[in-house]
């Protein structure tokens, strides 16, 4: 008697498969939250410090100064071209100093002496132009107030135009993973629990008849 409902615990293969599933949901879940905080959460949290705040540009003009950047023109292709550096210097409400306005943190950290970085491209001449509409554009809005992000502690001499991240991309660093790992915890005790009733079925079935 005691066999028989060993045997009966076994799980069938579909049953089997499904655990599988459900184990190897858990494991992306867990797996995919520790890679998406490690490359993700951290940065945005550092992002989303940078406080709103009222600019308005006091000045636009170039350095003088020509900084190199690579383009591609190929697989195997690559070179270097120059640039010359623009600065558009505002004042923030936070601080109510001068600082450097730079388009996101990306091109902050690639170069911090310049506001905007061209797209790169082998001709000097086209990242000049690119340049100089930039200072065209900017300087019609000399005196105007528009939304920057200020970090008092990290960057109290610069100001972003745009945040790389927001609170989204924190909820998604979460959910995601959370959801592969409900949905797998789900899979696996709903197969277990339709397992186990089943076999308590099966040996009130046999009590019955025995």
Same mark, same amino acid.
């Given at each position: 008697?005691?066999?028989?409902l060993? !045997?009966?615990? #076994?799980?069938s293969?579909?049953e089997d498969?499904?655990?599988?599933l ?5 494991? %992306?879940g867990? =797996?995919s939250?520790f890679?998406? %905080? ?8 550092q992002?989303i ?7 308005t540009v006091l000045?636009?003009?170039q350095s003088?100064?020509?900084? #190199?950047?690579?383009f591609? %023109?190929?697989a $195997?292709c /690559?070179?270097?071209?120059l640039?010359? %550096?623009?600065q558009i210097? !505002?004042n923030n409400s936070e601080?109510?100093s001068?600082?450097?306005?730079h388009?996101?943190?990306q091109q902050?950290?690639?170069?911090p ?5 061209p797209?790169?491209?082998r001709d +000097?001449q /086209? ?5 100089l509409k930039q200072?065209? $554009?900017?300087t /019609? +809005?000399?005196?105007?107030?528009f939304?920057?992000f ?16 927001d609170?989204s ?5 979460v959910?995601w993973?959370?959801?592969?790992l409900?949905?797998g915890v789900?899979? =696996?005790?709903?197969? !277990?629990?339709?397992?186990?009733l089943?076999?308590?079925?099966e040996?009130l079935?046999?009590r /019955?008849?025995?």
């Open positions: 008697m005691m066999a028989r060993r !045997v009966s615990y #076994e799980y293969e579909a498969k499904t655990i599988r459900g184990l190897f949901l858990i494991v %992306c867990i =797996v939250l890679i998406l %905080c490690f490359c993700w959460l951290n940065p945005t949290l992002n410090q940078c406080k709103p705040a009222n600019c000045s636009v003009q003088g100064e020509m900084f #190199e950047c690579t591609t %023109c190929g $195997d /690559k070179g270097t071209s640039y010359p %550096c623009l210097y !505002v601080s109510y001068q600082a450097l306005l388009f996101n943190e902050l950290l690639i170069n002496k310049c506001s905007y970085l797209p790169c491209t +000097n /086209k990242n000049t132009d690119s340049v200072q065209h $554009d900017w /019609k +809005n000399i005196s105007q107030s939304t920057c200020f970090d008092q502690q990290r960057r109290p001499d610069d100001v972003l135009l745009v945040r790389s991240h609170e991309v924190l909820l998604h660093c959910l993973p959370m959801v592969s409900l949905v789900l899979i =696996v005790v709903l197969t !277990v629990c339709a397992r186990s089943a076999v308590r079925a040996a079935q046999k /019955k008849f025995s």
